[in-house]
T-cell receptor, first 114, second 112 residues
């Protein structure tokens, strides 16, 4: 079945450094890739997404890149701040149906040290 | 505009008991989903619905049932709770099948 692998599971950086989280997916028909941020005890919230007809998308300090040939996509956070500390999830939409189903990665716990 | 509302927020059940989790959205979304979240396993899809009156199984449907009698509500039922169903349950909805989700605030369920 469809699968999304996410690495690393934990990431610790110093404030101001960059952070990169990588995901690979198995369904070659996937065409939508969102990223969610989940703070402790809160709901996941969409922070950025990318569609298969675009290779890169940027929103202030956050960017996502997509390589459809290799079936992987990455989240880049620059100039990290303590408030970026959270769990980040990547997801891929199942492409072979019209159900809108998302398959999620296992999550990355990002810690930004002041 | 409340978005996606889940009730209850917390619940403790004894093994074998039943309960229903309610998800309500006021955004006129067609698509609704139930996920469970367990440490180190991300979010796994239990059941989903692509419109009023429709339901379908996700990755981990065993032990759960769902109903979508009204477009705005999606109910998740546990007929006979087991300790393995201890988890945080999230409901989500989306406007179309190519858009991201809006999540509810979650239900933390403990089965003892």
């Amino acid at each position: 079945g469809e699968n999304v692998e996410q690495h690393p599971s934990t990431l610790s950086v110093q404030e101001g450094d960059s952070a990169v989280i990588k995901c690979t997916y198995s369904d070659s028909a996937s065409n939508y890739f969102p990223w969610y941020k989940q703070e402790l005890g809160k709901r996941p919230q969409l922070i950025i997404d990318i569609r298969s007809n675009v290779g890169e998308k940027k929103d202030q300090r956050i960017a996502v890149t997509l390589n459809k040939t290799a079936k992987h996509f990455s989240l880049h956070i620059t100039e990290t701040q303590p408030e970026d500390s959270a769990v980040y999830f990547c997801a891929a939409m199942v492409g072979s149906s019209n159900t809108g189903k998302l398959i999620f990665g296992q999550g990355t716990t990002l810690q930004v040290k002041p | 505009n409340a978005g996606v509302t889940q009730t209850p927020k917390f619940r403790v059940l004894k093994t074998g008991q039943s309960m229903t989790l309610l998800c309500a959205q006021d955004m006129n979304h067609e698509y609704m989903y139930w996920y469970r979240q367990d440490p180190g396993m991300g979010l796994r899809l239990i059941h989903y619905s692509v419109g009023e009156g429709t339901t379908a199984k996700g990755e981990v449907p065993d032990g759960y049932n769902v109903s979508r009698l009204k477009k705005q509500n999606f109910l998740l039922g546990l007929e006979s709770a087991a300790p393995s169903q201890t988890s945080v349950y999230f409901c989500a909805s989306s406007y179309q099948n190519t858009y991201g989700y809006t999540f509810g605030s979650g239900t933390r369920l403990t089965v003892v």
